[in-house]
C-alpha cells in the first residue's frame, strides 16, 4: 500500500543494514552509535529500534531467512534420503544462496571477527540453525541422537566451509567447498 | 605463603562460584547483583571483580581446566594416533573429569539454559575448546581443514553426549555416551 509505505519508510530496513555495516566497518561496532546508524540511514533512533532489538542484530537479519531455506530443504528432501542427504541438499541451497555476496559477506565477517559480542552472537544464530535442522530431521522420522549430530556437523561443515571461501585466496566457489568438507568430514570420523 | 594467603582471600573463587550458582539459582540469574554474590561468599566486591570479569564468567572458570586437559589429551596421544583417535582420548579424559560431578552439573546448566546472555557465553566457550583441540591437532601434522572439522565434530559429540548425560532419565556413564555419540556420527556421516 502507499499510505502504508510512506507510513512505514520503504527499505528502511535494507538502509539501516546498509549504514551499519559502514559505520561498523570505518570506526569499529563498539564506536558506532544506534544514532548514528539512524542518521546515516535517514531515519529515526525509533524506527532502528522498530526494526531491530540492538546493535549487534542489525547483522543477522539474514539468519532467519537461512535458516527459512534450510529447514525447507530439509522437509522438502525426497522420502528416502538419508539424514546426511537431507543436510547436504539444505547446505546445497544456502550456498547457492551466498553465492554471489562473497564481497558483502567478506565485509560483515570483518566486523564479526573483530568483536567478541558479535562473535557469540554469531555462534548464537549457528546453534539455532543446527536446532532447527535437527527439528526438521525429527520431523521426518529421524531418531533424536542422529538428527542432533547430523546438523550439529552441517553446520560445522557450512562454517569452515565459509571461512574457506571468504578467504581472498579462496578459488573454489562455496558449494564446491561444502562438498569437499562433508568428504573430509566422513574421511575423519572413520578413523582414518 | 600464609601472608599472601590472608591477603588474596584464601578460596575465594571456590567460594564466589559456589554463592553464585546458588543465588543464580535462587532467585535467576539477571535478579542477582554481583554484590549480593560477594556478600554471600563473605568478601568484597572488588574482590569478584579480581576472580571474574563479570557475572557470566563466574560459571565458566571450569572452561580454562577443561581446554587445558582437551589439549594436553590430543598432544599426548600416541604418535601413530588418526586424528579422531586423539579427541576421543581428549573427550574420554574430559568425561572422567565430569563423571563424578552430574548433580553439578545439572544444576549449573539450567542456569545457562535459562538465560540467553549465559547461553552465547558457553557457546563462545564450546568454540574455543574447538578451536584449541583443531590447534593441537595442527601441531601434530594434521592439516587444516580435517583439523577443524574433527575439533568441531568433537565438540558437537562433547555437547550433546553432556545433554544426554545431564538428564535425570539417562542411565548410561557420560563415557559411553561420548562413545556412542561418536559410532552415530561415523554410521550418519557414512550417509546410511
Redesign the interface.
Known amino acids: 500500500m502507499i499510505v502504508g509505505m510512506s507510513r512505514w519508510e520503504p527499505n528502511a530496513r535494507g538502509r539501516l543494514e546498509r549504514a551499519a555495516l559502514e559505520l561498523y566497518l570505518d570506526r569499529g561496532f563498539e564506536q558506532t552509535t544506534v544514532a548514528e546508524i539512524a542518521g546515516r540511514a535517514g531515519v529515526t533512533e525509533r524506527t532502528f529500534f522498530r526494526h531491530f532489538t540492538d546493535k549487534r542484530e542489525v547483522l543477522f537479519s539474514g539468519a532467519s531467512d537461512l535458516q527459512g531455506l534450510l529447514v525447507a530443504a530439509v522437509t522438502d528432501a525426497p522420502a528416502g534420503a538419508?539424514?546426511?542427504?537431507a543436510v547436504t541438499a539444505a547446505l546445497d541451497a544456502a550456498a547457492a544462496m551466498f553465492e554471489e555476496r562473497r564481497e558483502g559477506s567478506r565485509r560483515r565477517q570483518a566486523v564479526i571477527n573483530a568483536n567478541?559480542e558479535l562473535?557469540?552472537?554469531e555462534?548464537?544464530k549457528?546453534?539455532g540453525l543446527a536446532s532447527a535442522m535437527a527439528e526438521a530431521l525429527r520431523r521426518r522420522g529421524v531418531a533424536d541422537?542422529?538428527a542432533?549430530?547430523?546438523a550439529?556437523?552441517a553446520v560445522?561443515?557450512f562454517?569452515?566451509a565459509f571461512e574457506?571461501w571468504i578467504d581472498p585466496a579462496a578459488r573454489k566457489d562455496f558449494s564446491q567447498l561444502i562438498r569437499?568438507?562433508?568428504d573430509?568430514?566422513?574421511?575423519?570420523?572413520?578413523?582414518?
Request: glycine share 2%.
Open positions: 538419508t539424514p546426511l542427504e567478541p562473535q557469540e552472537r555462534l548464537s549457528l546453534a541422537l542422529p542432533s549430530l547430523v550439529e556437523a560445522a561443515v562454517k569452515i574457506h569437499d568438507s562433508f573430509e568430514l566422513r574421511t575423519v570420523t572413520s578413523g582414518r
